[in-house]
């Protein structure tokens, strides 16, 4: 099982802050190919974090990971 | 308020408190930036904003910083503090303060810190403008990421 957190707009479009997901390991982009069509989001100028970590699209999703859906940032 | 250097809070920002957490003998300079939620943007008139974060990643990426700066300016010791939830118009966003022996490296390292807070920090501002509300996609509101993720060097 893998969290999947959500933030500002995205959290908006899909109505939730979190999800699990029950899956194999797969790769930050598998996961985003698979939320895209799930949720008729667009996921390509959104960064992901797994762990509280930037990752890269190939990095590898692991049961009990935390992944971050990180939209450009606008703090300060 | 938080004795933590680096941190997120929902509460108003003591610009005392956070300066407090940089004073020590050792040094001769504090600078302090302080972010206000600015009212008009290229003429259009903001009501409020809403600031969102990812906060446990947010604090140590605010924290990242702080070590980036130690490695910079070895001197320099750095407080922020990030303030969410919703601010009116002249409420304070964010304050950094930096201390140093001397003044340069305080201004430097002050500047450095809130451009990586624009970069690196999952933080986000929500506008609500009298005619309609938007989620801020950067702070130069004109684009987004073009390679849809902070540059490689950004990440370091």
Redesign the interface.
């Known amino acids: 099982m893998i969290t999947i957190l959500f933030f500002a707009h995205l959290q908006e479009a899909i109505g939730k802050e979190r999800i699990q997901l029950n899956c194999a390991p797969l790769a930050v982009k598998q996961l985003k190919n698979h939320l895209e069509s799930e949720y008729n989001i667009d996921l390509q100028h959104v960064m992901v974090a797994v762990n509280e970590e930037y990752a890269s699209e190939s990095e590898l999703i692991h049961p009990g990971d935390t992944v971050a859906f990180i939209p450009p940032v606008s703090g300060g | 308020m938080n004795s933590q250097r680096f941190t997120i809070t929902k509460e108003p920002i003591s610009i005392e408190e956070v300066v407090k957490k940089v004073i020590r003998p050792e040094a001769g300079a504090v600078t302090t930036f302080i ?1 206000t939620v600015r009212e008009f943007t290229n003429g259009k008139r903001t009501l409020f904003l809403q ?4 906060v ?3 604090e ?1 990426k605010l924290a990242e910083i702080g070590e980036e700066i130690a490695r910079k300016w070895p001197d320099a010791k750095v407080a922020i503090t ?1 303030r969410i939830g919703k601010l009116d118009i002249s409420d304070i ?2 304050v950094i303060a930096v201390s140093t022996p001397h003044r340069k490296d305080a201004y430097e390292a002050n500047q450095y810190a ?1 451009e990586r ?10 506008e609500h403008w009298e005619n309609g509300e938007e ?5 130069l509101e004109t684009k ?2 073009p390679t ?3 540059e490689e060097e950004d ?1 370091q």
Do not use: D, R
């Open positions: 972010g600031y969102e974060a990812y446990s990643m947010a140590k990030h966003a964010v809130i807070i624009k970069q690196i920090v999952p933080i986000w501002k929500k989620w801020v996609g950067n702070q987004a990421y849809g993720k902070p990440l």
